[in-house]
């Protein structure tokens, strides 16, 4: 079987390079990379017009929203804070789009720090819109223990306490419809998020791109390639193929 096909989310910035100064669609290369090693393909999928997410969503077997930007408030009912950052109005948008979509298909879905949280927004959620000691300095990743909770799918993939990468000021308050809370910091601080089964869909609160573990991708791209293998997720073509075989 190939490899499962897994969209990673990115934004539009102005960038340059060679004799171009422009609006681009940037990825942290680690995101490609952390997916390649974990089994996967990866394919960028840049902010759209929300109207298109269930079709780009119906054509991959995974989805990871990246991290990025905060949360525009307004999302989750409330006031920005002074701390928190510039909207980004379009990915905002096309992102919960997305988000929407997995979650309706059942397409496997992890979101990587901003992704974790507009996950929990998503579900009816909202956000602490800043906190203190989850970011070691600007531009620099820290590190920190998560301790898992027993018995969730995060302790299934990390079942130890677990030094990882983390660089956010923001964090889940309270959680969306259906969402448990999967790992904490030492500050209590919800670290992972996660839909009971049969919904494979996690968020993380750090960044497994800037680090080595590669187990919380790995059972994103398993979840992909084992949805991808049940004949009803086939075209006929192929769901044909695989009952003669």
Known sequence: MSKPLIGVTTYLDQA????????????PAPYPRLVRESGGLAV??????????????????????????????????????PRTGPPARARDSWELALIDAALASGTPLLGICRGMQLLNVALGGTLVQHLDGHVEAVGVIGRHAVKPVPGTRYASLVPELAEVPTYHHQAVDRLGTGLAASAHAE????????????????????????????RVMR??????????????MRGPVEAAGARQG
């Open 16 to 27: 340059r390079w060679g004799v171009w100064d422009m609006q681009a669609a940037l990825l």
């Open 44 to 81: 960028m999928l840049p902010p759209d017009d929300a109207a298109a997410a269930a079709e780009i969503v119906a054509r991959l077997d995974g989805l990871v929203v990246a991290g990025g930007a905060d949360v525009e408030p307004v999302r989750y009912g409330a006031e920005p804070d």
């Open 187 to 214: 500050d209590a601080t919800v670290e992972a998020v996660e839909l009971s089964a049969p919904a494979w869909a996690l968020g993380v609160q750090w960044h497994p791109e800037m680090g080595e573990d590669l």
């Open 219 to 232: 059972g994103l791209v398993e979840a992909a390639r084992a949805r991808r293998a049940l004949p009803e």
